[in-house]
């Protein structure tokens, strides 16, 4: 209570500390931002501004040495650097240059963690000397900077080297101590950094074209070829495109036709290492330099050449300059062989113009019949429902030209070209631009659900034939994929595994168990070996003619049962007699119905002996097959029952 009391002068004295707490705020907030991060290198330039606002040069300085002192470059956020060359122009500000090269030569001993560091604070050191008029330290600066000794140089890994024993690789110290050397040394001087450059191999493609243009000012032309030769052979391509084309135009302005065969081995030399991609300017400016200085036929050489060796792209515009050129030195006759070599080699796209430009030629020489097989080759590179300029040119020269069987023919060819292209649209589908290997995956792949549930189907099938063979009908079973269920023995013959054998005979010899010889008929033996189970026919069907129990059965007893005297009467005969016919039209039925299935399984057969496996749709469909030849014999025999209880019934 007694602090809070206020007596006297206290409240100011109060008032002022609570001022200079304010004013020091940005202070100790900036103080606890670098105890959490010592490192931040925008933090101490923000802390210098401070004392900078504040005009005190004693804590800027002893904020920069604090700085410089605690950043470690390693783990330094920011640019380390930045806080050395800061504190060498704050004494450079106050013309203290004594202090700034002590600062600039202390910051070039740090280790800094990449040597684009050190380069830019042996930069910033000679700018300072340039800036007061200092050209000799200035230049001195950068040698230093760059100098290097020559076990070094030519050691291959330079990297776990010291950043101090690497800089003189960075090429913007080499670039600014060229610089100086041509401003203020002499050509012998400057000519002497270059090659050291070039020794070295720091030197980059512009620098090379510099200086070939320095000595070119000086009328050192060779030198400056020379220069040029060594920057062709020290880089590849792309980065030797600039000065290919550089030393090209400059020796062909320099010598023109004075030394033609050492152009066209320049040339030659460029096309040889120039990609197909890049070729036609290079082209371009060889044709030129025949067309002015050398000869006209090699002129056309290099431009025939030209159109077959640059991109597709870029050979319709140059045939046409070809054309063009031929046309000037030659006439319109010579470029005959041009537009024919035009039409195999321009893309299918501008085969259509090269066309119309061709038929238009032989028309003005008066050559109707090559006009009209011109048109008729470029039509089938050009679709009618898409482009009508060279069909439109063809029609308006059968108007002028033809007659009216030259114009049907056009009409002729013109369908068939739409039917083709027509085709073409049609059959090139999503599926065709995949790769055959895809197409072969997608072929194989099971695209419906029907599909799949038929072969689900038919495993379950397979599965119940090889869990109770006696449903088989003998032979081999063969599943999806080629994978056998039951085999023949070994060697037997091959036959038809789904095939039934037929009888068309109804002869006492299949009740026998007879055959004849080359019949095919299923007999009695055979079908004992199916193992076929028998079942008890319904006492419902016979009505009141079902035997009692204990009650002598067969057709002896019932004819004992019978009175001499007594006889059929005419309904029963008839009935007896529909019954009769209602079982042979069954017995026929069920006939046919076999010749159509052993048919189709013997077709089956050759099928499946071509094929791998039995297809589940072909099974699908015999299964069907026989089903419905069942039900319709079921139905004929239903018949057949029932007409033979209507007859006992009447009789």
Same mark, same amino acid.
């Given at each position: 209570e007694d602090?809070?009391?206020?007596?006297?002068?206290?409240?100011?004295? $109060? %008032?002022?500390?609570?001022?200079?707490?304010?004013?020091?705020?940005?202070?100790?907030?900036?103080?606890?931002?670098?105890?959490?991060?010592?490192?931040?290198?925008?933090? !101490?330039?923000?802390?210098?501004?401070?004392?900078?606002?504040q005009d005190a040069p004693e804590k800027v300085i002893k904020a920069y040495a604090e700085?410089?002192?605690?950043?470690?470059?390693?783990?330094?956020?920011?640019?380390?650097?930045?806080?050395?060359?800061?504190?060498? $122009?704050?004494? =450079?500000?106050?013309?203290? %240059?004594?202090? /700034? $090269?002590?600062?600039?030569?202390?910051? #070039?001993?740090?280790?800094?963690?990449?040597? =684009?560091?050190?380069?830019?604070? !042996?930069?910033?050191?000679?700018?300072?000397?340039?800036?007061?008029?200092?050209?000799?330290?200035?230049?001195?600066?950068?040698?230093?900077?760059?100098?290097?000794?020559?076990?070094?140089?030519?050691?291959k890994d330079v990297t776990s080297l010291p950043v101090q024993q690497r800089v003189w690789k960075s090429t913007k110290l080499w670039c600014m101590y060229a610089d100086l050397e041509e401003s203020l040394?002499?050509?012998?001087?400057?000519?002497?950094?270059?090659?050291?450059?070039?020794?070295?191999?720091? /030197? #980059?493609?512009?620098?090379?074209?510099?200086?070939?243009?320095?000595?070119?000012?000086?009328?050192?032309?060779?030198?400056?070829?020379?220069?040029? =030769?060594?920057?062709?052979?020290?880089?590849?391509?792309?980065?030797?495109?600039?000065?290919?084309?550089?030393y090209l135009s400059k020796f062909t302005a320099r010598y023109q036709g004075a030394k033609i065969e050492r152009a066209r081995d320049l040339f030659e030399q460029a096309l040889e290492k120039v990609p197909a991609e890049e070729r036609r300017v290079v082209y371009l400016m060889y044709a030129t330099l025949e067309e002015q200085h050398g000869l006209v036929k090699n002129a056309m050489a290099i431009y025939d050449r030209a159109a077959k060796e640059v991109t597709p792209a870029e050979r319709y515009e140059l045939y046409l300059l070809y054309i063009n050129k031929a046309t000037e030195f030659f006439g319109v006759t010579k470029t005959r062989s041009i537009y024919e070599a035009a039409t195999q080699n321009v893309p299918d796209t501008k085969v259509k113009e090269i066309c119309i430009?061709?038929?238009?030629?032989?028309?003005?020489?008066?050559?109707?019949?090559?006009? $009209?097989?011109?048109?008729?080759?470029?039509?089938?590179?050009?679709?009618?429902?898409?482009?009508d300029a060279l069909w439109d040119a063809w029609n308006n020269f059968e108007v002028r030209h033809g007659?009216?069987?030259?114009?049907?023919?056009? %009409?002729?060819?013109?369908?068939?070209?739409?039917?083709?292209?027509?085709?073409?649209?049609?059959?090139? #589908?999503? /599926?065709?631009?995949?790769?055959?290997a895809q197409h072969a995956a997608k072929r194989q792949k099971i695209s419906s659900d029907m599909e799949a549930l038929e072969r689900q189907m038919m495993d379950q099938t397979m599965q119940? %034939?090889?869990?109770?063979?006696?449903?088989?009908?003998?032979?081999?079973?063969?599943?999806?994929?080629? =994978?056998?269920?039951s085999q023949l023995p070994a060697g037997a013959p091959q036959k038809n595994t789904d095939e039934i054998n037929l009888d068309d005979d109804d002869d006492d010899e299949e009740e026998e168990g007879t055959r004849e010889p080359g019949d095919k008929g299923t007999t009695k033996q055979?079908?004992?070996?199916?193992?076929?189970?028998?079942?008890?026919?319904?006492?419902?069907?016979?009505?009141?003619? /079902?035997?009692?129990?204990?009650?002598?059965?067969?057709a002896l007893a019932r004819f004992k049962q019978k009175q001499p005297e007594e006889a059929l009467p005419a309904a029963a005969i008839a009935a007896t007699a529909a019954a009769a016919a209602a079982a042979a039209a069954a017995a026929a039925a069920a006939a046919s119905a076999r010749r159509e299935i052993g048919r189709r399984n013997g077709a089956a057969a050759d099928e499946a002996a071509a094929a791998p496996a039995v297809h589940v749709h072909s099974l699908s469909a015999a299964a069907a097959a026989i089903a419905a030849a069942a039900i319709a014999a079921a139905a004929i025999s239903a018949a057949a029952i029932a007409a033979a209880a209507a007859a006992a019934a009447a009789a």
């Open positions: 602090d809070l009391e206020v007596e006297g002068d206290d409240l100011e004295l $109060r %008032l002022a500390r609570l001022q200079f707490l304010l004013d020091r705020r940005a202070e100790l907030l900036c103080s606890v931002r670098l105890r959490q991060n010592p490192h931040n290198v925008h933090e !101490w330039h923000k802390r210098v501004k401070i004392f900078e606002d700085a410089v002192q605690t950043v470690d470059p390693e783990r330094a956020d920011g640019k380390p650097h930045s806080l050395w060359v800061a504190f060498a $122009r704050y004494y =450079e500000d106050n013309e203290d %240059l004594d202090s /700034a $090269r002590d600062i600039f030569d202390r910051a #070039t001993q740090v280790a800094y963690r990449s040597m =684009e560091d050190l380069s830019n604070v !042996w930069c910033e050191y000679a700018e300072m000397e340039l800036r007061h008029d200092n050209f000799d330290l200035a230049i001195k600066v950068l040698h230093k900077a760059v100098s290097v000794s020559d076990k070094v140089a030519r050691s040394g002499t050509l012998e001087s400057t000519k002497g950094v270059y090659e050291r450059m070039i020794d070295l191999k720091v /030197a #980059t493609p512009q620098v090379l074209i510099n200086y070939a243009h320095m000595l070119e000012e000086g009328k050192y032309f060779e030198d400056s070829f020379r220069v040029y =030769e060594k920057g062709v052979n020290l880089f590849e391509w792309p980065l030797s495109k600039e000065l290919w084309l550089a430009r061709y038929a238009q030629l032989e028309q003005t020489l008066g050559e109707i019949d090559r006009a $009209r097989g011109i048109y008729q080759y470029g039509s089938q590179h050009c679709d009618p429902g898409k482009n007659n009216e069987d030259t114009f049907r023919e056009m %009409l002729r060819i013109k369908r068939s070209v739409q039917l083709q292209f027509s085709q073409k649209h049609v059959n090139t #589908t999503d /599926a065709g631009i995949a790769n055959d119940q %034939l090889a869990e109770d063979p006696s449903r088989s009908r003998g032979g081999d079973i063969i599943a999806m994929g080629g =994978e056998q269920v055979s079908l004992g070996a199916l193992n076929i189970s028998e079942k008890a026919v319904p006492a419902a069907v016979y009505g009141g003619f /079902a035997a009692q129990e204990g009650e002598e059965q067969g």
